[in-house]
């Protein structure tokens, strides 16, 4: 019953730092998303991934980069973290039909920037 | 993409009825979701409305789609302190194809 899982839930990096989010899905989702959450902003999609293979930038990707590993695993990188990427993570893969789509989100991973 | 807002804190009492407003911009709006985030957890899917449909009950979830007027509304009967979230609305469209958020309405019931 693990759904959506997101590691790790808490990080704390300085300015300059690297680290990548990783995130894993086991319903057999084609389509997997990385969002933002701020507060005040609601949820802003910063990449996805439509099937294997594929990813492409949502809103505000500048910043990151993300891998679609296998059709389980899309990942989010932050190669030189800044106190602007400060925020909640999370990673979401979506059941699809037609064009009713249903997300299901991790848990969530709150990134500090110093 | 479209713009979704929604007002940012609605206080209700324990066993009141909660409404929950959220208007759009996107006339090609096709799917509208209400999303439930609880405390230090991801959003789970409450709810969805397909735009060619006027109101959706699902026990004690009603959602209400004025197309016309491009709003969402969901109303939660008999309120628990269980309720107690943020509650956000978003919308497919068919013109980004993917989902855009509101900004998210907490909810507070009181005892």
């Known amino acids: 019953n693990a759904g959506v899982t997101q590691t790790p839930k808490f990080q704390v990096l300085k300015t300059g730092q690297s680290m990548t989010l990783q995130c894993a899905q086991d319903?057999?989702?084609?389509?997997m998303y990385w969002y933002r959450q701020d507060p005040g902003m609601g949820l802003r999609l910063i990449y996805y991934?439509?099937?294997?293979?594929?990813?492409d930038k949502g809103e505000v990707p500048n910043g990151y980069n993300v891998s679609r590993l296998n059709k389980r695993e899309f990942s989010l990188r932050l190669e030189s973290a800044a106190p602007s990427q400060t925020s909640v993570y999370f990673c979401?893969?979506?059941?699809?039909?037609?064009?009713?789509?249903?997300?299901?989100f991790g848990s969530g991973t709150q990134l500090s920037v110093l | 993409g479209e713009d979704v807002e929604q007002s940012l804190f609605l206080s209700v009492r324990e066993g009141d009825s909660s409404v929950i407003n959220c208007t759009y911009t996107?006339?090609?709006?096709?799917?509208l979701y209400w999303y439930k985030q609880e405390p230090g957890a991801g959003l789970q899917l409450l709810t969805y409305?397909?735009?060619?449909?006027d109101m959706k009950q699902d026990q004690r979830l009603t959602v209400l789609l004025n197309k016309k007027d491009k709003h969402l509304s969901l109303r939660i009967a008999d309120t628990q302190t269980g309720d107690s979230a943020i509650y956000f609305c978003?919308?497919?469209?068919?013109?980004?194809?993917?989902?855009?958020f509101g900004a998210g309405t907490q909810v507070v019931v009181t005892p």
């Open positions: 979401a893969s979506s059941a699809r039909d037609g064009r009713n789509e249903k997300l299901f």
């Open positions: 319903m057999n989702h084609n389509s």
């Open positions: 996107d006339s090609s709006s096709t799917y």
């Open positions: 978003a919308e497919r469209s068919d013109s980004w194809g993917k989902l855009q």
């Open positions: 409305i397909f735009s060619n449909m």
């Open positions: 991934s439509a099937s294997e293979g594929t990813t």
